[in-house]
């Protein structure tokens, strides 16, 4: 059983950066992606971008690149979503989630982040 426990939101204001953990308990089975998702007041989850643990290769939506990056530290099982540049839009309840390629298995009960204009 893999748990996830998100922190680090908050509220910030336009232009400004956050950066959210995700501290993983275990591991789930190779091949083994970490992504975050978001999502805002009556809108649908939305992808934000991945990361995986082997190789630390990831990948983001459009509309934020360049401004977030997603690292990963072996040594403390934990993930991180470093948000520069922040905007109004980018308000959400951010989670993350662990599995495979093509599933997410396991789901972080999420954080808030509210940027302020």
């Known amino acids: 059983q893999v748990q996830l426990v998100e922190s680090g939101g908050g509220m910030v204001q336009t232009g400004g950066s956050l950066r959210l953990s995700c501290a993983a308990s275990g591991r789930p089975s190779n091949p083994y992606v970490m992504r975050w998702f978001r999502q805002a007041p009556g809108k649908e989850r939305e992808f934000v971008g991945r990361?995986?643990?082997?190789?630390?290769?990831?990948s983001y939506r459009d509309s934020v690149k360049g401004r977030f990056t997603i690292s990963r530290d072996n040594a403390k099982n934990t993930v991180y979503l470093q948000m520069n540049s922040l905007k109004p839009e980018d308000t959400a309840v951010y989670y993350c989630?662990?599995?495979?390629?093509?599933?997410?298995?396991?789901w972080g009960q999420g954080t808030q982040v509210i940027v302020s204009s």
């Open positions: 989630a662990a599995g495979t390629t093509g599933t997410n298995d396991y």
């Open positions: 990361i995986y643990w082997s190789c630390g290769s990831t």
